[in-house]
């Protein structure tokens, strides 16, 4: 890169965060709501949400400039094609990731202090207001599941959803707010859903998410202690492996706990283990700094693994064969940060 190149893109990088931290606050103010009415003044604006003028007319030249608003004749539109992406109840709508980003500002320095003396940042020092945006997460994954999970994602493997019409035992591992099962036990009410997570608090926020659903059922539960009793016919993961602080251990007893002709159905990062190639990735770069500030440093916190969302396919592949997997295919999936590791005994 040329250094006048450089200096550019440091500069739009700069923008990208200083962006991020404004989406935060039109977020927090309901700046976006008010804006997602109709074209309005900075006064306009600003009255609608009941905030002061002068600091909403400065937001608003950022969001002009930084491309999320238009700006014509006196007045700010906030485009319902951009709207989709910061409102509502969609698989779109990436505030959730925005306001995670910002919220890691808290622990940098607990982080920068790892980098010299070793160890971790535990994961109860992101604070309340991280844990109500993992529930927040847990929310925008809902979405990504009611639009995606059966077509999208079980429909990726050749007969899997056939196999779920007909009547399985499914395990899912790592279930988070459940949201996953809910969308499943629905759509296929012939097989039986258990999910499990060894976080007591998201486990009973799962409950209340599937309801009074009959064929779903959630426990606390160390995905490290599984037992094949009794064995699954399909078992599941949706981004809950390259977190836990012993993989091997996990995947291991994943392959124990399945039946002879089961599926083992892993949602992970799609990169590769060599950042050679994961140069040129649009999403690689943040993917790697969502991984320092949160999962590397909370499994080092634990004396864990630290696999990070970087492992990448090759580490991935390696280590479910190692689990004793006979077969292994990478598949893709719906989201292109995503990709789906179908293994079989
Ligand atoms: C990134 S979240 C994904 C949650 C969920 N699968 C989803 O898609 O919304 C990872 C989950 O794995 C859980 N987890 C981590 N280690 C675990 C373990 N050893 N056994 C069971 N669950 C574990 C965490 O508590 C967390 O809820």
């Not at 900075?42 to 949400?49: D, M």
């Not at 699954?232 to 091997?248: E, G, K, M, N, S």
Request: hydrophobic share 45%; net charge negative.
């Amino acid at each position: 890169m040329k250094e006048s190149d450089f200096a550019a893109h440091l500069t739009a990088t700069m923008t990208g965060s200083a962006l991020t931290m404004l989406i935060g606050i039109g977020h927090r103010t309901g700046l976006f709501q008010a804006a997602a009415r109709g074209p309005a003044t900075s006064a306009g604006l600003a009255e609608r949400a009941g905030l002061h003028e002068r600091y909403v007319r400065e937001w608003l030249g950022a969001m002009v400039t930084g491309g999320i608003f238009t700006y014509e004749a006196g007045e700010y539109t906030f485009p319902t094609e951009h709207a989709k992406f910061l409102l509502g109840d969609t698989a779109s709508n990436l505030m959730p990731s925005l306001l995670t980003l910002s919220a890691f500002t808290a622990i940098l320095p607990d982080l920068e202090r790892a980098f010299a003396e070793g160890g971790g940042v535990p994961r109860s020092a992101y604070g309340p207001h991280l844990e109500s945006l993992g529930a927040k997460t847990g929310d925008s994954w809902k979405h990504i599941y009611r639009e995606h999970l059966v077509d999208g994602f079980f429909g990726a493997v050749p007969g899997l959803t056939e196999r779920l019409a007909a009547g399985v035992r499914v395990l899912d591992l790592g279930c988070g707010t459940g949201h996953a099962i809910s969308v499943a036990a629905r759509a296929f009410p012939a097989s039986r859903f258990t999910g499990i997570d060894i976080d007591r608090r998201v486990v009973d926020l799962a409950r209340q998410n599937a309801g009074d659903l009959p064929n779903a059922e959630f426990a606390v539960g160390d995905a490290a202690a599984l037992t094949a009793d009794p064995p699954y016919d399909l078992i599941t993961a949706f981004d809950a492996v390259h977190d836990q602080d012993r993989p091997d251990v996990v995947l291991r007893q994943v392959r124990r706990a399945l039946a002879p002709d089961g599926l083992f159905f892993m949602v992970d990062t799609f990169f590769s283990s060599d950042v050679a190639r994961n140069v040129g990735n649009p999403l690689a770069a943040l993917t790697y700094s969502i991984s320092l500030m949160y999962c590397t440093t909370t499994s080092l916190a634990e004396g864990g693994a630290a696999l990070g969302a970087m492992w990448g396919t090759e580490k991935a592949t390696e280590m479910l064969t190692d689990a004793g997997f006979g077969h292994v295919r990478v598949a893709a999936s719906p989201r292109p940060q995503n990709c789906i590791y179908v293994c079989r005994p």
